[in-house]
């Protein structure tokens, strides 16, 4: 097929204005450094703006005068204002996505590690940044707070349709890497007869023995501080394990199938995760090869999660689809 020079130019125009990087990172700069609040209740000069949060005035201006061209901001004889997209830089959704400054926000420093993890299947994030995902939060309370919180806040999007079609009674419940508690505490809330016990590492686990506080179900809950690798609680009449797996590996995730798998014994053990192969839409596919950048694992597809449940002793008896690509899966002790 031939191109003319125009065709060629118009072409390459689209892919470069696709593949610049400019305006995701100026976004990222501005709601990290909360500009737009500072100048929600009226025009402020840049060089009281770039007092105000402890910024370059220079800096500021270059990223205001960027930003305003896509109306975030408005900048008029050096006073900063909010432009008619403004609004948008203040809502917690675009925060908690956008804030370099908040757990979630951090996975957008596995991009530049992308290549390695793709020819090594290793991890993006620890090629870039030299420790992994994790060990990064964990050495920040505030990261791991706000990380912990953003989980939460998706899982009020899809836990009440899996709680329901788990069809409980009066069961005891182990949630393995269950964060802070939200899919536990919505299946003891709405099984009311239900004990439960939660396996975390320490400050998430804190976090997760408050919020069962708050909600009146300490007496009914227990909480495992300790890791998924090492044995877990025996013996409980359902394990849980949600959105931990596609973090790791292929030899982790058995290690710790078989982990669950001694514990359960005859008990079923529900995976939940993003299944590859079916219902993906745009988000799903974002979010796997993101993943995949971050731990160089990213999600699996049905038949991938039977094959290394095989290696650990356990059948895949079931799937269901519970939100977009978001699934259970159900296995069992191989026969
Ligand atoms: C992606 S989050 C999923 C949390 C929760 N299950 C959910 O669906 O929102 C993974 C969780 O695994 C926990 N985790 C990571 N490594 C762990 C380990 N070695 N032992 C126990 N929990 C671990 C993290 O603290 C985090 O809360």
């Given amino acids: 097929m031939t191109r003319t020079p125009e065709e060629v130019a118009q072409a390459l125009q689209e892919l470069h204005r696709t593949a610049d990087l400019t305006t995701p990172y ?122 912990d919180g953003q989980l939460a806040e998706w899982s009020g999007h899809w836990t009440g349709r899996l709680v329901e079609a788990l069809g409980l009674s009066d069961e005891h419940v182990v949630d393995v890497g269950g964060g802070t508690g939200a899919l536990l505490g919505a299946v003891l809330l709405a099984y009311p007869e239900t004990r439960g016990t939660l396996v975390e590492l320490p400050s998430t686990a804190e976090r997760a023995g408050r919020s069962f506080a708050e909600q009146g179900l300490s007496d009914r809950v227990a909480i495992a501080t300790q890791s998924f690798f090492e044995p877990l609680p025996a013996g409980a009449d359902l394990y849980l394990i949600a959105q931990v797996l596609h973090n790791w590996p292929d030899g982790e995730t058995v290690a710790i199938l078989e982990r669950l798998s001694q514990a359960a014994g005859d008990a079923p053990i529900v995976i939940v995760e993003r299944l590859t192969g079916g219902a993906e839409n745009d988000a799903d596919l974002a979010s796997d090869l993101l993943m995949y950048a971050v731990f160089g694992v990213g999600e699996r597809s049905a038949a991938e999660f039977a094959a290394l449940a095989g290696e650990a002793g356990l059948d895949l008896v079931g799937t269901r689809q519970v939100l977009g690509a978001l699934s259970t899966l159900e296995l069992r002790p191989s026969r």
């Fill in 26 to 147: 100026a976004l990222r700069a501005a709601v990290t450094l909360d500009l737009a609040s500072r100048v929600a209740g009226g025009p402020l000069g840049a060089p009281e703006l770039a007092g105000a949060v402890g910024a370059q005035v220079a800096g500021v201006r270059k990223l205001v005068r960027l930003l305003a061209r896509d109306g975030y901001f408005t900048l008029d004889d050096d006073q900063v204002g909010l432009g008619p997209r403004g609004w948008l830089l203040l809502e917690d959704a675009t925060r908690a996505r956008l804030d370099h400054g908040r757990g979630y926000a951090r996975v957008d420093d596995a991009w530049p590690g992308l290549v390695e993890a793709i020819r090594t299947g290793g991890s993006g994030y620890e090629a870039a940044r030299g420790k992994s995902f994790y060990a990064e939060l964990g050495d920040d309370e505030q990261l791991v707070a706000s990380f």
